[in-house]
């Protein structure tokens, strides 16, 4: 029997013959398969090796028995005979074989399985402890990257809260020079509503100028209370960023340490010359954060700052902007004033020209009315005849004798003509009072078109005395405190 497979020092190989088992897998040296790699402080240890020598069994000369050429064979003794009957059988002696050959070759085959698996099991294990070592390292670089990225958050955040603060300072300095700039235009809208109330009849009304000076009146009332809120915020507001400052100053102290600590870490390999077995070291855990609440702790001192800038940000935007509406919107409110009173001008002497206008259509239209009423007073007369002759002739068709008295085409046509005429004299009388009532309509309009006419020209002529006590007003600059 020929053996087949390969030992750390020798090969065989040759023609299996057996057909009791499948042939095992092809497995590869170990020398072509597997670097041994050796650890820092280890001794490198030697490959078991099987013995390739078998020592030779030596047979006693006397043991061999000659050779008989005559071929007959030797006379056995019966002392022998039991001995014989207890030797074993060729069917004992083919299945010993087999059971041998069976069980060197399962060995055979689970040594080479065990081989294979152990290379394959220490070039996993190499691999996942490279692996381990790289994603370490690579956890390292992406903690240094979020230190990195939360140093610069909070670095800005600093510097963005330190200009806030300043610029809120500056913006509090400002509230106190914009209030004594407000009396003037509030007695000059005062004087006007005043001089407005003597308008008379419809005129008096609250209009958009009314409106516009009671709301200017307002205006500079609201603006110094405003102000002075507004300081009173800034105080307050100022002590919630020093806090948030604070805040920002130490957590980003604490990033830097961090960072250092974390940045040596990182340079380490496996020829650092500090490295050191520190034993129970994975088991001590002396962290208070995950990488969560770390990350939400700063997020939120960024935030809680933010909040604050933001509040800072709008409160002096607020401050800005009460400093320039304290001027823009006395300014707007001056022209929308302005604007009102030369638009309610404008529509004065607008509607006292249409009602002029007016008053002469309606004169016009008197005429013309009173012409109509006389053509239908002349039409009614002149369907007066008509309906006689229909008339007439009805009845003079009622003496026909007889079988006479047909309703012809001619009487059909003669009760259709009297109830047409008849319903036109109607239809003209109607149209007749009609105009009669709109005549005397035109000449109630043409006396209050007189009347509206007068009192128009009163309202225009106060609203321009408004527009000429109206010519001065603050600047801006002084309004909003400089």
């Known amino acids: 029997m020929e053996f087949l497979g390969t030992t750390q020092v020798a090969s065989y190989c040759g023609t299996r013959k057996s057909c009791l088992f499948p042939d095992p897998a092809p497995t590869s040296t170990t020398k072509d398969t597997y670097q041994s790699y050796y650890l820092p402080g280890y001794r490198q240890l030697s490959s078991w090796k099987p013995s390739l020598f078998h020592k030779v069994i030596s047979v006693p000369p006397g043991s061999y028995e000659p050779f008989n050429p005559t071929g007959?064979?030797?006379?056995?003794?019966?002392?022998?005979?039991?001995?014989?009957?207890?030797?074993?059988?060729?069917?004992?002696?083919?299945?010993?074989?087999m059971v041998q050959l069976k069980g060197s070759e399962a060995s055979?085959?689970?040594?080479?399985?065990?081989?294979?698996?152990?290379?394959?099991?220490m070039q996993d294990k190499d691999q996942l402890t490279h692996h381990m070592q790289e994603e370490s390292r690579r956890n390292l670089g992406e903690r240094i990257s979020n230190i990195d990225f939360?140093?610069?958050?909070?670095?800005?955040?600093?510097?963005?809260?330190?200009?806030?603060?300043?610029?809120?300072?500056?913006?509090?300095?400002?509230?106190?020079?914009?209030?004594?700039?407000?009396?003037?235009?509030?007695?000059?809208?005062?004087?006007?509503?005043?001089?407005?109330?003597?308008?008379?009849?419809?005129?008096?009304?609250?209009?958009?100028?009314?409106?516009?000076?009671?709301?200017?009146?307002?205006?500079?009332?609201?603006?110094?209370?405003?102000?002075?809120k507004l300081a009173q915020r800034i105080s307050h507001q100022l002590g919630i960023n020093r806090d948030a400052q604070h805040a920002l100053e130490q957590d980003l102290s604490d990033k830097s340490s961090a960072h250092f600590i974390d940045v040596k870490c990182f340079n380490l390999r496996n020829t650092s010359d500090s490295i050191n077995f520190y034993h129970g070291v994975e088991k001590a855990d002396g962290t208070v954060s995950v990488p969560a609440t770390w990350a939400k702790f700063s997020e939120d001192n960024v935030r809680s700052s933010q909040h604050a800038r933001a509040n800072s940000v709008k409160l002096r935007e607020d401050t800005e902007a009460a400093l320039e509406s304290t001027s823009e919107e006395l300014w707007n409110q001056f022209i929308s004033t302005n604007l009102a009173f030369n638009n309610r001008i404008a529509e004065v002497a607008d509607a006292k020209n249409k009602l002029q206008a007016q008053l002469a259509k309606v004169l016009q239209e008197i005429f013309q009315t009173e012409d109509t009423i006389m053509l239908l007073e002349r039409s009614i007369?002149?369907?007066?005849?008509?309906?006689?002759?229909?008339?007439?002739?009805?009845?003079?068709?009622?003496?026909?004798?007889?079988?006479?008295?047909?309703r012809d085409a001619p009487q059909f046509q003669l009760v259709s003509e009297v109830y047409t005429i008849d319903d036109t004299l109607q239809t003209?009388?109607?149209?007749?009072?009609?105009?009669?009532?709109?005549?005397?309509?035109?000449?109630?309009?043409?006396?209050?078109?007189?009347?509206?006419?007068?009192?128009?020209?009163?309202?225009?002529?106060?609203?321009?005395?408004?527009m000429e006590m109206r010519k001065t007003f603050p600047c801006t600059p002084r309004l909003i405190g400089y």
């Open 381 to 406: 007369m002149a369907k007066e005849y008509p309906l006689k002759v229909a008339q007439t002739r009805l009845e003079g068709r009622t003496k026909r004798p007889n079988i006479e008295l047909c």
């Open 108 to 121: 055979r085959y689970w040594a080479g399985r065990l081989n294979t698996d152990s290379v394959r099991l």
């Open 150 to 228: 939360w140093r610069s958050e909070l670095a800005y955040e600093l510097e963005c809260m330190l200009k806030e603060t300043q610029a809120l300072e500056t913006a509090k300095r400002r509230l106190e020079c914009a209030v004594d700039e407000m009396q003037g235009p509030l007695k000059t809208a005062l004087e006007c509503l005043y001089y407005r109330e003597k308008r008379k009849g419809i005129d008096l009304v609250h209009d958009d100028v009314e409106k516009n000076l009671i709301k200017e009146v307002d205006t500079f009332k609201d603006c110094q209370e405003i102000l002075a």
């Open 428 to 466: 003209l009388k109607q149209r007749l009072q009609e105009a009669r009532d709109t005549l005397q309509m035109l000449l109630n309009n043409k006396s209050k078109l007189e009347h509206d006419i007068s009192v128009k020209a009163n309202s225009f002529f106060i609203d321009k005395k408004c």
């Open 72 to 97: 007959r064979p030797p006379t056995v003794l019966p002392t022998l005979r039991s001995a014989l009957h207890a030797r074993y059988s060729p069917r004992d002696w083919h299945h010993a074989n």
